[in-house]
């Protein structure tokens, strides 16, 4: 017989679970002693739940494996919710624990006592509260291989303080080996005749192929058709984006180059397609063919509605098709392309602009240059975001981390620690708007106390810029979105990191230099002028595409 705490922390370990991240509390102290013996997984205190959970939901994104993250009953249960809508809509595998007062007695009353799983319920795959010690290893082995299932996502267990204090006779289950299946030879051939038949075909890649590293396959299969290629937010990296045949990204809604470039297709293959990403097209009647590969059915929408589906893993599926299909020589793609030179030659004067405060397209292009092939940058939530996806050229899978799915502000700085704790050879720089960043400003902390090696770059306008642009653009006064900001040199500094301020666009080279090679946590204040959003983004480009 075994204390059930114990248990669960074995159960952990058979399945390779590295680190727990969070904020314990009284309810979780059986279940913290028994972790303080463990061997294998090591316990990373955070300032605030919601930090464990990005970072727990960011290491799920990198390694596919759950990442696990701890909370206390009532408040620190409630802190988890957005972490987990993260990582239920962004498809990263991730586990809360939450504790809870005793279930078969307790003299507390209703003392922060919250429905913790019906909460949980509507934002995750499994949610389940342990009534019995019995039922541990099957109840963890259960939620870990839903939660890395396709769609990965979150999964909640509740542990109460009598359960985790329980003794049982119990042992871990080992996990299991699972594929996904493959996708039907007879809709792989109704795919590869459409293709066949197109006449400008394109590729979509989205966020689904992105996690299920379809990059090889991709590869393969674009070097033998040719077929150019365009992504979704959440699909950058999956092919280098200096590939000849790559025509940018689907960073707006409509309008701009790339969204001209799809609408001169009359067959889109779409790959990995996710409905939590904003549509890269707009399917209507009698349009392209559309072709939806993944590992799950479409689900169908007004805009949405494909002719063939091949569903199944997409890696395979891309390579049954590359092996059956026999490109056609009168398949054309020069006007497509057309629209890709359009955009560079749109953006590059833009990236040569070095005014001060800095211009978003110099800053992209400034943050490009600084970062090796492998640098990994991670964006919190703002208008930032579009201008990166858009014009900052990602070359492998995973080294641009944007939140396209739940979008939320916060995360930039959890994911970036993450990202530097299973990467610490590896350059990595947060990039967070100021109204961002200070939402969880307070894992400054928890990276110096790490030792972590990373850059946080802080987009200063005094605002929250992005809904500012849109009021601007909706034809609204300038009213309730600004406010003032701490010293954030003196700030990083108080925390034992080493603070910059950008002085110019030149200085804004030099800095990013010495902070990526130079040991520490870093920040940088970089002042911006987002003056011209609307003009480029809203008029500018849909102008220039459409004369295209």
């Given at each position: 017989m075994k204390k059930a705490s114990d248990l669960f922390i074995e159960c952990l370990e058979e399945e390779g679970v590295e680190y727990i991240f969070g904020?314990?509390?009284?309810?979780?102290?059986?279940?913290?002693?028994?972790?303080?013996?463990?061997?294998?997984?090591?316990?990373?205190?955070?300032?605030?739940?919601?930090?464990?959970?990005?970072?727990?939901?960011?290491?799920?994104?990198?390694?596919?494996?759950?990442?696990?993250?701890?909370?206390?009953?009532?408040?620190?249960?409630?802190?988890?919710?957005?972490?987990?809508?993260?990582?239920?809509?962004?498809?990263?595998?991730?586990?809360?624990?939450?504790?809870?007062?005793?279930?078969?007695?307790?003299?507390?009353?209703?003392?922060?006592?919250?429905?913790?799983?019906?909460?949980?319920?509507?934002?995750?795959?499994?949610?389940?509260?342990?009534a019995s010690s019995d039922n541990i290893p099957s109840r963890v082995r259960e939620a870990i291989r839903l939660a890395e299932e396709e769609k990965p996502g979150a999964v909640h267990i509740e542990l109460p303080e009598d359960i985790a204090d329980e003794h049982t006779d119990s042992r871990p289950l080992k996990r299991s080996h699972a594929r996904r299946p493959n996708a039907d030879t007879k809709s792989i051939r109704e795919a590869v005749k459409a293709l066949e038949n197109a006449k400008s075909p394109v590729l979509v890649i989205g966020a689904g192929a992105n996690r299920t590293m379809t990059s090889r396959m991709l590869l393969q299969f674009i070097e033998k058709t040719g077929i150019p290629f365009l992504t979704t937010q959440l699909g950058k990296g999956v092919i280098d984006e200096r590939h000849p045949k790559f025509l940018g990204c689907a960073a707006l809604s409509a309008g701009d180059f790339v969204h001209r470039a799809v609408e001169a297709s009359d067959c889109i293959v779409n790959l990995g397609h996710d409905v939590i990403e904003k549509p890269p097209f707009f399917m209507k009647e009698d349009g392209p063919t559309v072709i939806h590969i993944s590992s799950k059915t479409a689900e169908v929408d007004p805009v949405y509605f494909p002719h063939i589906e091949?569903?199944?893993?997409?890696?395979?599926?891309?390579?049954?098709?590359?092996?059956?299909?026999?490109?056609?020589?009168?398949?054309?793609?020069?006007?497509?392309?057309?629209?890709?030179?359009?955009?560079?030659?749109?953006?590059?004067?833009?990236?040569?602009?070095?005014?001060?405060?800095?211009?978003?397209?110099?800053?992209?292009?400034?943050?490009?240059?600084?970062?090796?092939?492998?640098?990994?940058?991670?964006?919190?939530?703002?208008?930032?975001?579009?201008?990166?996806?858009?014009?900052?050229?990602?070359?492998?899978?995973?080294?641009?981390?944007?939140?396209?799915a739940l979008a939320t502000m916060g995360a930039g700085l959890p994911s970036a620690m993450m990202s530097s704790m299973i990467y610490p050879d590896r350059k990595v720089m947060a990039i967070c708007g100021d109204g961002g960043f200070m939402m969880n400003s307070q894992e400054m902390e928890t990276a110096v106390r790490l030792g972590?090696?990373?850059t946080v770059l802080i987009l200063n306008d005094n605002s929250y810029g992005m809904i500012r642009w849109k009021q601007a653009n909706m034809g609204f006064k300038d009213w309730g979105l600004t406010y003032g900001n701490p010293d954030f040199v003196k700030y990083?500094?108080?925390?034992?990191?080493?603070?910059?301020?950008?002085?110019?666009a030149a200085h804004l080279k030099e800095l990013l230099a010495h902070t990526r090679d130079t040991p520490g946590v870093h920040l940088i204040d970089c002042p911006v002028d987002y003056s011209e959003n609307d003009q480029i983004l809203n008029i500018d480009i849909k102008k220039l595409s459409k004369e295209m």
């Open positions: 904020v314990p509390g009284e309810e979780n102290l059986d279940f913290l002693d028994s972790l303080s013996r463990s061997t294998k997984i090591k316990l990373i205190l955070t300032r605030h739940e919601q930090g464990a959970g990005f970072m727990a939901a960011t290491y799920g994104r990198h390694t596919g494996k759950t990442g696990v993250c701890l909370a206390t009953l009532g408040p620190g249960a409630t802190n988890f919710v957005t972490a987990a809508a993260y990582a239920q809509l962004g498809g990263m595998p991730m586990m809360m624990i939450t504790g809870q007062k005793p279930i078969k007695k307790s003299k507390q009353g209703r003392f922060q006592i919250l429905d913790v799983c019906s909460m949980m319920s509507p934002i995750t795959k499994f949610t389940h509260q342990m091949v569903i199944g893993d997409i890696a395979n599926a891309v390579w049954q098709i590359k092996e059956d299909i026999v490109p056609s020589g009168s398949w054309k793609f020069d006007h497509m392309l057309a629209y890709r030179q359009g955009e560079v030659d749109h953006t590059a004067p833009l990236a040569k602009d070095e005014r001060f405060p800095i211009f978003p397209p110099h800053l992209v292009q400034s943050i490009r240059d600084a970062m090796p092939d492998d640098g990994i940058i991670c964006l919190d939530n703002g208008v930032y975001k579009i201008w990166f996806a858009r014009g900052y050229t990602a070359y492998r899978p995973n080294t641009v981390l944007l939140d396209n972590l090696n990373m990083a500094e108080s925390y034992g990191a080493h603070g910059h301020r950008v002085e110019s």
